[in-house]
């Protein structure tokens, strides 16, 4: 019996599915290629080198709308990169890394701050 060369994609977490950050606002989230980093890789270029700033980048991509303010995913230069930042802000950031953390979490008994404990320690290492 051969093997399947069929691909298994995993569930999509991300399209379509909308999260509140600490200011109310509403955030919806989209599904990212590689095509998509690829192409924002093109439009920061080295401008997002430090390991904080990718996070930060590729974390963005995955937001397509503010309440209702379309983004522009991905950005064709870093001056929509940056507008796209500004727009998301921290709140609008901790929520989606908020949201992240607790759909990639292999233990969904613990609390959302015990598995953030671990991925900061897993980092620091």
């Keep these: 019996m051969s093997e399947s060369n069929e691909v298994k994609k995993k569930p999509n977490i991300y399209d ?27 439009a920061v270029g080295e401008k997002v080198s430090h390991p904080t700033n990718e996070s930060m980048a590729n974390g963005s991509l995955y937001i397509s709308a ?3 303010f379309l983004l522009s995913q991905p950005p ?6 940056r507008g796209n930042i500004k ?16 759909c990639s979490s292999d233990d969904k008994d613990k609390k959302p701050e015990e598995r953030e404990k671990e991925e900061i320690e897993k980092v620091k290492k």
């Design 87 to 102: 727009r998301i802000g921290d709140e609008g950031f901790v929520a989606f890394f908020k949201y992240n953390l607790e």
């Design 66 to 68: 503010v309440d209702d």
């Design 16 to 42: 379509g599915k909308v999260i509140t950050d600490s200011l109310g606002r509403k955030l919806k989230l989209r599904d990212v290629s590689v095509l998509d980093a690829m192409d924002l890789l093109e």
């Design 76 to 81: 064709a230069n870093y001056a929509e990169f």
